[in-house]
């Protein structure tokens, strides 16, 4: 795993969402819609994977991998592949989505049905945590998929998957914390822990958030023999994030810049790539 070559590809495709800079699109381009409890993200790269356009918004239409609201789901999807497609000048038609691993057919069904109702051919579903494994470039190791409501993991041998796992326990519960303590609404959490601003502040508040989904990955991990733990999702930012994780599972932690685009980038990556759960 190249970590400095993997940090500049994620900056560059942050960058190009902040500036919804108007590109020519290539004649071959793979599309991932990303259904998080955060956020939704769509992520378009060329048959290369490198990134030519993306758009994201943040959302709570979906809970754990389950979609508890349709409609507005679906209107945020539509709203994004708007925008992409007026970034590039086309239209968008397929899309590769992903869904937290181990939740039931029925959910990954409504998932599908969300970017399906929103314009797109459904062409592939892909493991949260699998996905993210595309980007990393990592055949051995677990990959933690840290998203607004769970933690999720994958454990993977010779570039298999050989075992799943999804707990809840994710950004949502740093915000209960935080609103918690300051007698302020979800909402206003949700921002004060987005922006970054009082990090050092906040971070001792949901330290124990951070050290009940190390104790989920070490659970899942035991008897696996990983060496190496990847994570990545939204929930991660914070600086110390890893340090706890590391201090609790005793081996290594790596996370990417930007950890929140990894998962939505291996998405796409994944649209004609056979990973499928």
């Known amino acids: ?6 940090n500049e590809y994620l900056t560059s495709f942050h960058e190009l969402i902040q500036s919804e800079e108007v590109k020519e699109a290539p004649k071959k381009i793979k599309v991932g819609v990303d259904l998080g409890t955060a956020n939704i993200v769509i992520t378009v790269v060329d048959e290369n994977n ?4 993306g758009a994201a918004e943040a959302a709570s239409v979906v809970k754990d991998g389950i979609v508890v609201d349709y409609i507005g789901a679906v209107r945020i ?3 994004l592949k708007t925008e992409v ?23 990954t069904r409504a998932i599908t049905n969300v970017v399906e109702s929103a314009g797109f051919e459904v062409t592939r579903v892909l493991d949260e945590p699998t996905a993210a494994a595309l980007v990393l470039g990592i055949t051995e190791g677990a990959v933690v998929d840290v998203g607004g409501g769970t933690t999720g993991i994958s454990i993977l041998h010779d570039g298999k998957v050989v075992a799943v796992a999804d707990e809840p326990t994710g950004g949502t519960h740093m915000s209960l914390v935080i609103a ?5 609404s979800f909402e206003e959490a949700e921002v004060r822990k987005r922006s970054g601003e009082q990090e050092r502040e906040l971070y001792p508040l949901v330290r124990p958030v951070v050290e009940k989904m190390a104790t989920i990955v070490k659970r899942a991990i035991d008897g696996h023999g990983v060496s190496k733990v990847y994570v ?10 890893e340090k706890d994780f590391e201090r609790i599972l005793g081996i290594s932690v790596i996370k990417p810049k930007f950890p929140l685009l990894v998962t939505p980038i291996g998405i796409a990556w994944g649209m004609d790539e056979e990973v499928a759960p």
């Open 50 to 53: 490198h990134p030519i356009a």
């Open 180 to 184: 918690g303590n300051y007698g302020i």
């Open 1 to 6: 795993m190249d970590l400095m070559r993997i």
């Open 232 to 241: 990545v999702g939204g929930a991660a930012t914070f600086e110390e994030f």
């Open 77 to 79: 999807v539509k709203r």
């Open 85 to 107: 497609e007026r970034q590039l000048g086309i239209q968008l038609t397929e899309a590769a989505t992903a869904i937290p691993p181990g939740i039931a057919s029925g959910d």
